[in-house]
Structure formats: structure tokens, C-alpha cells
């Protein structure tokens, strides 16, 4: 069974703080990695995704992928109330065509 | 670019009946995947299309049935409904199937089952 971890939280950051989400995953055949937001009573949201081990930054996100640790993590500089929403970290194996799905982290970013 | 586009927003209905959902694809991609989401188990992936054909399909019962058209469009059909069929379903395509291609997800079809 593949699966995808994460800490449910919920995860509250104080405004303007570094919030970091963590991911773990099963299936080490595991080729392509995404993090999604998603708002309450909205669909998930494409933030970032990554294939190479290493980092991979945009703008106020970072994405962390360390194969060999089955690991991707999600960092959000300067956080802002706006970033409060449920992160979705998304997992695709090879020659797998969907997603495999944590069951999110709630990120509380307090004024 | 339009944005995945999912009909209808909201369904109401009761256990024994059928209900199809559907679904339109951003212009271009030829790849829709479908996801059944609840509190209690998250994201779970249902099927698969690309170019008319099922490519890979969830662990559900067979209840659960979808298809694609050679426009793209897909649709998904849920028989027999059951109370735990209540849920938001969710509609993603991506331009083709490859393992690094992005999921753009629709707004979501939100299931009432009473």
C-alpha cells in the first residue's frame, strides 16, 4: 500500500514567521512530488512541485526533496494570515498517473 | 484559459439513486483524473482517462464508473448511491499523463446523499 504522511496539525505560525510542512512517503519508485493549498470549501491548489532531489524555490515557498529520506517538505517564508489553508502534499509514482494524497496539514498563521 | 470546469456545483439525492457528474478539461489537455474527497479518508483517487481509455482506476466499488469523450470531456457515474457516498468530487486534467505532468484540479462537485 502506498501512502503519504503528514502531520495533521493543526500547525500555527505567528504573521511573518517560517512555517515548514513535512511529507513523508512510501514508495521509493515515487518520481514527482506536489504540494497543494487548499482553502475551506475550495478545491486544492497547485503551489509548487519538484523532481530533483533538493530545493526548489518560488518566491515565498521552498520545496525540500530528499529521496533517499522519502521526504518533501514545504517551506513558507514571511508567513501571512492569507497562507492559512490545509496543505496538501501529492505524490506520483512512476509510470503512475495519479496522485497519491497526504491527508494535509492545517497551517493557522495568527496575526 | 479557462480553468477545469465541473457541472453541477451541488447534487442532492437519495440512497438507491444514480447521479453523473461531469466534467470539462482546461483547453489542450487531454488527461482527467477523478478524486473522491471526505473529512475522514482526504483525497482518494478514483480513475483515470487519457484519450477516451481508462489508464488506471482507485480502489472502489464498482458503483463508481466514469468515461471520456473524444472532446476531452469526462464524466463520472455513481449507481445505487449509498450515504458514504457523500463527498466533494473532484475533476483534474493535466495537458498529457506523464509522471511529471501538473494536475489542475476543478472547483469540485459537492454529493448529498440522504
Known amino acids: 500500500q502506498k501512502e503519504v504522511e503528514q502531520n495533521s496539525g493543526p500547525l500555527s505560525v505567528p504573521e511573518g514567521a517560517i512555517a515548514s510542512l513535512n511529507c513523508t512517503y512510501s514508495?521509493?519508485?515515487?518520481?514527482?512530488f506536489f504540494w497543494y493549498r487548499q482553502y475551506s470549501g475550495k478545491s486544492p491548489e497547485l503551489i509548487m512541485f519538484?523532481?530533483?532531489?533538493g530545493d526548489k524555490e518560488d518566491g515565498r515557498f521552498t520545496a525540500q526533496l530528499n529521496k533517499a529520506s522519502q521526504y518533501v517538505s514545504l517551506l513558507i517564508r514571511d508567513s501571512q494570515p492569507s497562507d492559512s489553508a490545509t496543505y496538501l502534499c501529492a505524490v506520483r509514482g512512476r509510470s503512475q498517473g495519479n496522485l497519491i494524497f497526504g491527508k494535509g496539514t492545517k497551517l493557522s498563521v495568527k496575526p | 484559459k479557462a480553468g477545469v470546469t465541473q457541472t453541477p456545483r451541488y447534487l442532492i439525492k437519495t440512497r438507491g439513486q444514480q447521479v453523473t457528474l461531469s466534467c470539462s478539461p482546461i483547453?489542450?489537455?487531454?488527461?482527467v483524473s477523478w478524486y473522491q474527497q471526505t473529512p475522514g479518508q482526504g483525497l482518494q483517487f478514483l480513475f483515470e482517462y487519457f484519450s477516451e481509455t481508462q489508464r488506471n482506476k482507485g480502489n472502489f466499488p464498482g458503483r463508481f464508473s466514469g468515461r471520456q469523450f473524444s472532446n476531452s470531456r469526462s464524466e463520472m457515474n455513481v449507481s445505487t448511491l449509498e450515504l458514504g457516498d457523500s463527498a466533494l468530487y473532484l475533476c483534474a486534467s493535466s495537458y498529457l499523463a506523464r509522471e511529471t505532468d501538473t494536475q489542475y484540479f476543478g472547483p469540485g462537485t459537492r454529493l448529498t446523499v440522504l
Open positions: 514508495d521509493r519508485g515515487s518520481q514527482s
Open positions: 519538484i523532481y530533483s532531489n
Open positions: 483547453s489542450g489537455h487531454r488527461s
